[in-house]
C-alpha cells in the first residue's frame, strides 16, 4: 500500500510539473507571475511557489530578477535538441521546407504524429512582409486541432478517429472546434486529400479571418500519416487559384520525401500495444486517400 501511495504521489508531481512546463512554455515572450502559474495549471499558491523554486533551481525555469515573472529555462533548450535528434527524419526534411519557403515566401512547418497529438519539430520562416506564426518548434496540439492535425487524423480508420475524439474531448475544449465543425472538416480533408482551416485555434479570436493553413500528410507505406507539412498565410495568399499552386507543391514535396524516406516513415507509425488492464487496440491499415483532389 505504501509503494501504491508514493507512486501516486509521484506522478501527482510529474503531473504538475509538467503542467508548469507548459504554461511557461505557452507564455515564452512574456513570461508569467506566480499567480498566473497557478490558475493556468491549477495549483496552489504554496504547490506552485515549491515547485517554481525546484525548477529554478535545476535551470528548468528562470525568474526574471526584476519582474519576478517565469520564464522556461536555458536547460529546456538544450533538452529540446536531444529530443529532436530522436526524430532523425527532421533535419532531412529542411531542404524540403527551405525550397517550399523560398517558392512561396509563406512559412512553412514540419509537423509528426506523436500518440495522440501532433508535435511541431521544423519550421522555416517566409520573407513575405505579413507573416503568420501560428506555431513554433516544441508546440503540441490535441490530433484534429490545426491544419496539420487535421491531415494526420484524417488519414486513420473511422474506428481510431472515433477513439481518439472520445478519449481526448477535454483537451480540445480548450480550442474553438465543436465535435460537429471538426468532423465536417474531416470529412473535407478525406475529400480533397490536403486540410485547409482559416479557424483562429484560439477562444475569443475566431472572428480573426485573415490568417488560414494548409497541410499536406506524410504517410507511410499502409497509407497512415504519420507527419505533415503545414504552410500558413494571410487568407488572400490562399485564396483560389493560388491555393492550388501551393497545393502542388505541398504534395509534391510530400511524395518526395515518402519516396526518399520510406523506412523512417514506416518506422514511426504508431503502434498501440495492449497493456495491462487496458482496451487498446493496434490502428488497423487505412487507404490512402490524398490522390482525391
Excluded: W
Aim: glycine letters at 6%; one cysteine or more; aromatic letters at 4%.
Amino acid at each position: 500500500m505504501e509503494r501504491k501511495e508514493k507512486g501516486a504521489d509521484l506522478n501527482r508531481n510529474v503531473a504538475r510539473v509538467t503542467a508548469i512546463l507548459d504554461a511557461l512554455a505557452h507564455a515564452s515572450d512574456q513570461g508569467l507571475r506566480l499567480t498566473d502559474v497557478m490558475q493556468t495549471a491549477r495549483l496552489n499558491k504554496a504547490t506552485a511557489h515549491r515547485l517554481l523554486a525546484s525548477l529554478t533551481a535545476y535551470g528548468l525555469a528562470d525568474q526574471h530578477p526584476e519582474t519576478g515573472r517565469y520564464f522556461v529555462g536555458l536547460r529546456l533548450l538544450s533538452l529540446s535538441q536531444a529530443a529532436k535528434k530522436r526524430f532523425t527524419l527532421a533535419p532531412l526534411v529542411e531542404p524540403a521546407l527551405m525550397r517550399i519557403s523560398q517558392q512561396t515566401q509563406d512559412t512553412v512547418y514540419f509537423v509528426v504524429r506523436t500518440g495522440d497529438e501532433a508535435v511541431c519539430i521544423g519550421c522555416h520562416e517566409g520573407s513575405f512582409p505579413i507573416r503568420v506564426l501560428t506555431l513554433y518548434v516544441g508546440d503540441r496540439r490535441p490530433l484534429g486541432i490545426n491544419a496539420s492535425g487535421l491531415a494526420l487524423l484524417a488519414s486513420l480508420p473511422d474506428e481510431e478517429v472515433e477513439r481518439i475524439l472520445a478519449q481526448h474531448g477535454a483537451a480540445r475544449a480548450s480550442f474553438p472546434f465543436d465535435d460537429i465543425q471538426l468532423r465536417r472538416m474531416l470529412s473535407a480533408t478525406r475529400r480533397n486529400g490536403y486540410a485547409y482551416n482559416d479557424v483562429h485555434l484560439f477562444k475569443g479570436m475566431e472572428k480573426m479571418t485573415n490568417m488560414a493553413a494548409i497541410a499536406m500528410p506524410i504517410c507511410c507505406s499502409d497509407g497512415t500519416a504519420v507527419a505533415a507539412l503545414h504552410l500558413t498565410a494571410i487568407t488572400q495568399r490562399l485564396e483560389p487559384p493560388r491555393r492550388s499552386s501551393v497545393i502542388s507543391l505541398l504534395q509534391r514535396e510530400a511524395r518526395g520525401i515518402e519516396k526518399t524516406f520510406r523506412p523512417i516513415l514506416d518506422g514511426m507509425r504508431p503502434h498501440r500495444e495492449e497493456t495491462a488492464g487496458t482496451d487498446v487496440v493496434a490502428a488497423v491499415p487505412s487507404r490512402r486517400r490524398r490522390d482525391r483532389q
